[in-house]
């Protein structure tokens, strides 16, 4: 796998981790 196609993948695991983390917050508050 290319470098730079792994560091997309990063990038949305990263986005989509803090989409989730956003959506917790906005459940718990």
Request: charged fraction near 30%; proline fraction near 3%.
């Amino acid at each position: 796998m290319p470098v730079r196609q792994r560091q997309e993948v990063q990038e949305m695991l990263r986005e989509g981790l803090k989409d989730a983390l956003g959506l917790f917050t906005d459940l718990s508050a």
